[in-house]
């Protein structure tokens, strides 16, 4: 439903496709003639995007609203545990955050919603790990995961179908 727009420009911030990707494809069907240009940042960097009217809008990871933005949710996501997928954790269905005390890990930057939200869990339960190397994206983080750096961490949405990996909730 909606006017179709024959044409235009669209400036859209992502933090990652997983979530995005659909929904443009489902622009892009209803109105072609919109060029649309992305950029991909982490959370924090995308809202500070949006203010500067540098992007029109963005799809981030929030925890709740922000009072001065117009905000939709899209989706409920959980944060994953990613363990390689020989590790002895793979074949658990969950995990106590107590469990990570002292396990180290490979961690995305602090402009990240993903990592904020592990941050103030590990905080809030008094969980101190080991902070064995910090990546700029989750693909960097999957990735050494993958060699054997630390454990990490992803939104559910975001795992993908790596068989080197195993999510843990």
Same mark, same amino acid.
């Given at each position: 439903?909606g +006017?179709?727009?024959?044409s235009?420009h669209?400036?859209i911030g992502l933090?990652?496709p997983?979530v995005?990707?659909p929904l *443009?494809r489902?622009?892009?069907?209803?109105?072609p003639?919109?060029? *649309?240009?992305? %950029?991909?940042h982490n959370s924090?960097?995308?809202l500070?995007?949006?203010?500067?009217?540098?992007v029109?809008?963005?799809?981030?990871?929030?925890t709740?609203p922000?009072n001065?933005l117009?905000?939709? %949710?899209?989706?409920?996501?959980?944060?994953?545990l990613v363990?390689p997928?020989?590790h002895?954790?793979?074949?658990?269905e969950?995990i106590?955050i107590?469990?990570?005390?002292g396990?180290?890990?490979?961690l995305?930057?602090?402009g990240s919603m =993903?990592?904020?939200?592990?941050?103030?869990?590990?905080? =809030?339960q008094?969980v101190?790990? +080991?902070r064995?190397l910090?990546l700029a994206?989750?693909?960097a983080? +999957?990735?050494?995961?993958a060699a054997g750096?630390?454990?990490?961490?992803v939104?559910?949405k975001?795992l993908?179908h790596?068989? %080197?990996?195993?999510g843990?909730?």
């Open positions: 439903s +006017k179709l727009v024959r235009g669209l400036a933090c990652g997983h995005a990707l *443009i489902q622009f892009r069907a209803r109105h003639g919109v060029r *649309i240009d992305t %950029r991909m924090s960097t995308l500070e995007l949006v203010a500067q009217v540098r029109d809008l963005a799809i981030v990871t929030l709740a922000i001065d117009v905000c939709h %949710r899209l989706v409920d996501q959980n944060v994953l363990v997928a020989d002895h954790w793979a074949g658990r969950s106590d107590a469990e990570l005390a396990q180290p890990f490979v995305r930057e602090q =993903t990592q904020q939200i592990f941050e103030q869990a590990l905080a =809030t008094g101190q790990i +080991k064995e910090v994206s989750r693909e983080v +999957k990735e050494a995961v750096l630390g454990l990490g961490i939104l559910d975001e993908g790596d068989s %080197r990996l195993a843990v909730r």
